[in-house]
């Protein structure tokens, strides 16, 4: 069975596209609905909350970089880290 995902244009979703459609798209395409779904979800921010734990979590990394137990790092490094 396919899923549909709603195609944006100018802000609207005007139709409905399946996973096979998404599969045709360029890289390009795929990264303009991308972006063009993060900022209508961005506009719509205050509909979305956060769950308790994660106030919890950000306050324990908070913590730990407080007493010197969590280092910042580079993205660079951080992925190279979670990739072994």
Do not use: C, N, V
């Not at 195609?7 to 596209?17: E, V």
């Not at 910042?72 to 990739?83: C, I, V, Y």
């Amino acid at each position: 069975m396919a899923s549909f995902a709603p195609i944006l244009t100018s802000g609207y979703a005007t139709s409905t596209m399946s996973t096979p459609a998404i599969d045709r798209m360029s890289w390009e395409e795929k990264l303009r609905t991308l972006q063009e779904l993060w900022d209508a979800i961005t506009r719509e921010g205050d509909r979305y909350e956060s769950p308790e734990w994660h106030e919890q979590a950000l306050k324990e990394t908070q913590e730990r970089y407080d007493s010197g137990a969590e280092k910042p790092m580079d993205w660079a490094t951080a992925k190279r880290q979670l990739r072994k």
